[in-house]
């Protein structure tokens, strides 16, 4: 469910005239409605309820300040795999100790820096990562407590480049090696072993997989236990999909994912992470854009945007369906017409869809591209030195630019030209 509604003939997010916002600050941009951010985190919220967990928001799918101020209002703690994500979390007022950090490839300095402004927990996903945190945190004299992400070598049915949890994955060490790295850990000064962390995948549509990882954790947290670890932390990871195509079918609700966590892990006593983001802020989100140009091609017509592949990366990345909607409600029973809808970046491959069927839109005409809250901006680019779009937040009847569009001034004099030129 989300909060982008028709009308009288106009689409509204939330009580905000979707024209409205584009008349006050051109196209293209992205609007989120604070309604759908609120009641998508509560829905995962309520789902443990009557355990000991905590939400933490994957930010990688929208690290806008204002959307982490506002799940943060709401108790959400982050999954953050950069320093620059962990102090964009700091900014947006989110206590250290309701940060994780994520990652395969942590600095020392990132390390450092987690550490001096307060962490609540490292998911190591490496021995050398280990031993480079254990050396960072016995330099500034503290103690961190860790997680080791485990790969169950679990196929999410995913697509292939968001999927994390099979052995050909980059992402944890090898379950099967678990016992012998969870002893290197313990051994290591400055090292706190608390937990498992466990993520498999992106976009997941079925229950199926999660069940099959989350008994593998289950197990070996009872064989760690057996070894002397005190695991008493269970971070789940994130994952579960949002219906991108209507025809689609649904994917599993956050009930019903925290009723497989309660089933599959609810005996060990543990206190409980998750890290959902696409299913938080994807539905809580749209593109809008403009219709510069419809042309004719030679057996096809062009539907010619102003936003571009640099906007939203997805579909030219990994081929991802987004459903495209004009602003004015069309006339029930209207024209219905096949569009190649592309951008103006100059590749091929900015190709939004393909022989998409949708009602008949002309030069001027507003669209949107709905579930676009997610790996929408945080993607984007200024590629063919096109502005970053601003992003707008929505609450009721009023709405903010959250993220302004820089000038071309802005853009140019980021460069240097060095005098020796």
Same mark, same amino acid.
């Given at each position: 469910?989300?909060?982008?509604?028709?009308?009288?003939?106009?689409?509204?997010?939330?009580?905000?005239?979707?024209?409205?916002?584009?008349?006050?600050?051109?196209?293209?941009?992205?609007?989120?409605?604070?309604?759908?951010?609120?009641?998508?985190?509560?829905?995962?919220?309520?789902?443990?309820?009557?355990?000991?967990?905590?939400?933490?928001?994957?930010?990688?799918?929208?690290?806008?300040?204002?959307?982490?101020?506002?799940?943060?209002?709401?108790?959400?703690?982050?999954?953050?795999?950069?320093?620059?994500?962990?102090?964009?979390?700091?900014?947006?007022?989110?206590?250290?100790?309701?940060?994780?950090?994520?990652?395969?490839?942590?600095?020392?300095?990132?390390?450092?820096?987690?550490?001096?402004?307060?962490?609540?927990?490292?998911?190591?996903?490496?021995?050398?990562?280990?031993?480079?945190?254990?050396?960072?945190?016995?330099?500034?004299?503290?103690?961190?407590?860790?997680?080791?992400?485990?790969?169950?070598?679990?196929?999410?049915?995913?697509?292939?480049?968001?999927?994390?949890?099979?052995?050909?994955?980059?992402?944890?060490?090898?379950?099967?090696?678990?016992?012998?790295?969870?002893?290197?850990?313990?051994?290591?000064?400055?090292?706190?072993?608390?937990?498992?962390?466990?993520?498999?995948?992106?976009?997941?549509?079925?229950?199926?997989?999660?069940?099959?990882?989350?008994?593998?954790?289950?197990?070996?947290?009872?064989?760690?236990?057996?070894?002397?670890?005190?695991?008493?932390?269970?971070?789940?990871?994130?994952?579960?999909?949002?219906?991108?195509?209507?025809?689609?079918?649904?994917?599993?609700?956050?009930?019903?994912?925290?009723?497989?966590?309660?089933?599959?892990?609810?005996?060990?006593?543990?206190?409980?992470?998750?890290?959902?983001?696409?299913?938080?802020?994807?539905?809580?989100?749209?593109?809008?854009?403009?219709v510069i140009y419809v042309k004719d091609g030679e057996d096809r017509q062009f539907l010619i945007l102003d936003a571009a592949m640099n906007d939203l990366i997805r579909p030219a990345m990994y081929g991802a369906y987004h459903d495209i909607i004009p602003v004015v409600e069309p006339a029930p029973g209207g024209e219905q017409v096949k569009y190649d809808?592309?951008?103006?970046?100059?590749?091929?491959?900015?190709?939004?869809?393909?022989?998409?069927?949708?009602?008949?839109?002309?030069?001027?005409?507003?669209?949107?591209?709905?579930?676009?809250?997610?790996?929408?901006?945080?993607?984007?680019?200024?590629?063919? %030195?096109?502005?970053?779009?601003?992003?707008?937040?929505?609450?009721?009847?009023?709405?903010?630019?959250?993220?302004?569009?820089? %000038?071309?001034?802005?853009?140019?004099?980021?460069?240097?030209?060095?005098?020796?030129?």
């Open positions: 469910m989300d909060h982008f509604l028709y009308r009288d003939g106009a689409l509204y997010a939330e009580d905000v005239p979707i024209a409205d916002i584009a008349a006050s600050v051109g196209t293209p941009f992205y609007v989120y409605s604070s309604a759908t951010l609120t009641r998508h985190f509560k829905l995962f919220d309520d789902a443990l309820a009557g355990t000991d967990h905590l939400v933490c928001y994957a930010m990688k799918s929208n690290s806008n300040q204002a959307v982490l101020k506002l799940l943060g209002d709401l108790g959400a703690g982050m999954d953050v795999v950069s320093a620059g994500e962990y102090l964009r979390a700091k900014a947006a007022g989110i206590p250290g100790e309701r940060i994780v950090f994520s990652g395969v490839g942590k600095t020392a300095e990132e390390m450092r820096i987690a550490l001096e402004g307060g962490i609540r927990q490292f998911n190591v996903e490496s021995e050398p990562e280990m031993a480079r945190l254990s050396g960072v945190a016995e330099s500034l004299g503290k103690t961190v407590p860790i997680t080791v992400r485990v790969n169950p070598d679990v196929d999410a049915k995913t697509h292939e480049k968001i999927a994390t949890g099979k052995a050909e994955n980059k992402f944890g060490i090898p379950i099967s090696r678990a016992r012998e790295v969870y002893a290197q850990a313990a051994a290591l000064p400055g090292l706190e072993v608390i937990g498992i962390d466990v993520h498999i995948g992106s976009q997941l549509t079925q229950l199926e997989p999660f069940e099959l990882a989350f008994r593998k954790v289950a197990d070996l947290t009872e064989v760690l236990r057996t070894d002397g670890h005190d695991i008493r932390r269970l971070d789940l990871g994130g994952g579960l999909g949002i219906p991108y195509e209507r025809s689609n079918e649904a994917p599993p609700l956050p009930i019903e994912f925290g009723e497989l966590i309660k089933k599959t892990v609810g005996h060990l006593g543990c206190e409980i992470e998750i890290e959902p983001g696409r299913l938080i802020s994807g539905n809580a989100g749209l593109l809008v854009a403009e809808v592309v951008g103006p970046v100059c590749e091929s491959g900015d190709t939004f869809a393909k022989q998409r069927v949708m009602p008949q839109v002309g030069t001027g005409d507003l669209i949107a591209f709905r579930s676009a809250g997610a790996y929408g901006a945080v993607m984007s680019s200024e590629y063919n %030195t096109r502005p970053m779009i601003p992003e707008i937040l929505v609450h009721e009847d009023q709405f903010a630019v959250i993220r302004a569009r820089p %000038t071309f001034d802005e853009m140019i004099n980021r460069d240097t030209i060095p005098t020796w030129l």
